[in-house]
């Protein structure tokens, strides 16, 4: 399971609804599947994502999960079900293990070992003395942008979703870690995860599908090698 789709959804925020932010948007992406919402800034693609989440309602048209619509959804099922990792990942002042448990209450240390070492941050988290047991946040360890974005794609891992959404989400990675992280979202992948990644650039490339947002709109989409001629 994991079927998204959007159907010409439009959408205007409720401080501005003389701004109509979607206009008309129809996405499909199947259980399973891997697509990129790609566009410059502002185009629309993290109010694709907050829709997704549910923290507005659309304007007009549908989103629908596996065929039912969004708003029949119990709130709790539904973000169970979703894993977000953003751009900006706050993680809460407790142990580094605490922050990627909370993908699965209850995960065993050697679960989130695992997760982490998916994410490609357990070389980190294994070069602090304390280990998972490091405390993060304002009483702790001060980790980088890249280092909370691991954490948090550990914790999305832990959390194995029906649907997972990178926001920009591998922003502050290096090319090497973007390589490894993309590795980790195969396996997933296998495991039936349906991923969206939004992202500013066109440089994804084991998607299934991209879609090119301008404006509020779905300017192109096609495979990577259909957009081949597509420049940012
Ligand atoms: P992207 O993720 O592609 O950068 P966004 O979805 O964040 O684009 O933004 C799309 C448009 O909606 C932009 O014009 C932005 O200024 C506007 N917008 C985003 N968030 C809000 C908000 N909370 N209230 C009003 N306008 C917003
Ligand atoms: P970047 O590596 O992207 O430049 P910074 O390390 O400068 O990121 O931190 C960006 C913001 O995240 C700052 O407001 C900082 O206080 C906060 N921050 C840094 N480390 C943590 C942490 N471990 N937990 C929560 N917030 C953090």
């Known amino acids: 399971h994991g079927h998204v789709q959007f159907k010409?959804?439009?959408?205007?925020?409720?401080?501005?609804?003389?701004?109509a932010v979607l206009k008309g948007i129809?996405?499909?992406?199947?259980?399973?599947?891997k697509i990129a919402l790609v566009g410059q800034s502002g185009a629309g693609k993290s109010?694709?994502?907050?829709?997704?989440?549910?923290?507005?309602?659309?304007?007009?048209?549908?989103?629908?999960?596996?065929?039912?619509?969004?708003?029949?959804?119990?709130?709790?099922e539904l973000r169970r079900n979703i894993a977000v990792v953003p751009q900006e990942v706050m993680l809460f002042g407790g142990t580094i293990l605490e922050n990627i448990q909370y993908g699965k209450p209850g995960a065993t240390?050697?679960?989130?070992?695992?997760?982490?070492?998916?994410?490609?941050?357990?070389?980190?988290?294994?070069?602090?003395?304390?280990?998972l047991q490091t405390v993060v946040g304002e009483r702790?360890?001060?980790?980088?942008?890249?280092q909370r974005q691991r954490i948090a794609i550990a914790r999305a891992i832990l959390k194995n979703p029906a649907i997972l959404i990178l926001d920009e989400a591998t922003s502050s990675l290096d090319a090497e870690s973007e390589r490894l992280v993309q590795e980790a979202l195969d396996e997933l992948m296998q495991n039936r995860t349906t991923i969206i990644i939004a992202h500013r650039l066109a440089t994804i490339r084991k998607v299934d599908r991209i879609y090119v947002m301008r404006e509020g709109q779905v300017a192109e989409q096609g495979t990577h090698d259909e957009?081949?001629?597509?420049?940012?």
Request: glycine share 10%; hydrophobic share 40%.
């Open 227 to 232: 957009l081949a001629a597509y420049e940012d």
């Open 47 to 76: 109010t694709i994502v907050q829709l997704l989440m549910r923290y507005y309602q659309v304007g007009s048209g549908q989103i629908t999960v596996d065929g039912r619509d969004l708003s029949n959804f119990n709130i709790t």
């Open 26 to 33: 129809s996405i499909d992406v199947a259980a399973g599947r």
């Open 140 to 146: 702790g360890v001060k980790l980088s942008g890249g």
């Open 8 to 19: 010409d959804v439009r959408f205007s925020y409720p401080s501005r609804t003389d701004v």
């Open 109 to 131: 240390e050697a679960e989130v070992r695992e997760a982490a070492r998916k994410a490609n941050a357990l070389d980190f988290i294994e070069s602090f003395p304390e280990g």
